[in-house]
């Protein structure tokens, strides 16, 4: 008998830059958080309240309300120890899952590997935005990787004599996230899967019908996108995207550029869930959002500088929704030169999605056993 149950897909949506998660969640109630905080914080009377302690920030209206519907887990204090500070380094640990070293595969090409051994779907990751992020490539391991996916394709069909120049040019898309020395014998098995891709990805805009209106921002078009590759049914497990680069990164002019940007992705997120709910196909769909750290807890007059002690969602119909973890402490002597302490790993929290909803094993993916969360139902 034929099975009807679908594959459970999960989608990752990357906030680049370092989220303020002070200001994302806020600690209304703490009256430390507005100490330390004197320009760059939410007042009380706007906070949408979650309880008599923490509220979202009113930009994240729509994910508030998709929060009061049950479909949104709140991972508090996500992160992993000894910090590091920097863009690069801080995304790489959470692409690789390797804190000590710099590591050579990402997460979810692991994933893929593992789900896909053979490589036999050439669409089971797809990345929408520009070259590939590092959590995605694993020698071997087929991603395509998307611009657009209404001119998507464009590549389809090239002669042989063509092979080279195309090769040469996903070579110097691919290289920042896998290093020179790599790339070549990477494409060399991915390349042309990931053209081949390309045929198959250029049929999805034609099989979607939606009246759902998606923001006119990268972010929205981008989750649109992924929401047309999954309703197409090809087989796709693991979708990504990646808000503008480094947008989060919010040193100065933060009050108005992180409500502006996360009025953005709550609104493309709230759309991308009716959008699914409209095609009926939300029922295997979760969505993470995360991003590489945190803000220092003291604001620097304009803006927030560098930090830890992060805030990531999980969100869909499947979600137990609420909040998991303890919010860090605020107080100077709790404080980790300055910044929040993290309290929950990142790796139980891909753990949790590996196991929980994928249903593979976790273990060899993010290189441990660290402790999962109750956030699936």
Not at 115 to 132: A, S, Y
Request: hydrophobic share 35%.
């Amino acid at each position: 008998m034929t099975s009807t149950k679908k594959d459970p897909v999960l989608a990752v949506l990357q906030l680049s830059g370092g989220n303020d998660a002070l200001n994302t969640i806020v600690p209304y109630a703490d009256p430390l958080y507005f100490d330390h905080r004197p320009s760059v914080r939410v007042a009380e009377d706007q906070v949408l309240k979650i309880d008599d302690h923490i509220g979202f920030n009113p930009a994240l209206g729509p994910i508030k309300d998709l929060f009061d519907q049950g479909k949104v887990a709140i991972i508090l204090g996500v992160g992993y120890p000894n910090p590091n500070r920097s863009h690069f380094r801080s995304m790489d640990i959470w692409h690789t899952c390797e804190p000590e070293k710099v590591g050579d595969e990402g997460w979810l090409g692991r994933a893929i590997r593992d789900i896909d051994p053979t490589g036999e779907n050439v669409l089971t990751g797809v990345n929408f935005g520009r070259g590939l992020p590092r959590s995605l490539a694993a020698p071997g391991v087929p991603v395509a990787s998307v611009g657009n996916l209404e001119t998507y394709g464009v590549l389809t069909g090239i002669e042989d004599d063509q092979r080279d120049e195309a090769l040469d040019i996903f070579s110097r898309m691919y290289s920042p996230a896998m290093g020179r020395g790599q790339v070549m014998d990477y494409l060399s098995h991915t390349g042309m899967d990931a053209l081949k891709g390309a045929d198959i990805l250029s049929t999805a805009p034609e099989k979607y019908s939606s009246t759902i209106e998606y923001g006119n921002n990268s972010v929205a078009q981008y989750m649109r996108n992924i929401a047309q590759t999954h309703i197409a049914g090809f087989g796709t497990r693991f979708l990504y995207t990646t808000a503008p680069y480094n947008s989060f990164d919010t040193h100065a002019g933060q009050m108005v550029g992180h409500s502006r940007l996360w009025g953005e992705v709550s609104a493309a997120v709230r759309d991308f869930q009716a959008d699914l709910t409209e095609s009926n196909a939300s029922d295997n769909m979760t969505l993470l959002v995360f991003t590489e750290f945190g803000r220092r807890v003291r604001d620097n007059g304009s803006g927030t500088d560098h930090g830890s002690g992060g805030v990531a969602f999980v969100i869909g119909d499947n979600v137990k929704g609420g909040v998991y973890g303890e919010y860090p402490s605020l107080e100077e002597s709790k404080l980790l030169e300055g910044d929040l302490h993290f309290n929950n790993d990142f790796r139980g929290l891909y753990s949790t999605l590996l196991e929980k909803w994928i249903g593979i094993d976790a273990q060899s993916v993010v290189g441990g056993n660290f402790e999962q969360m109750a956030f699936m139902k």
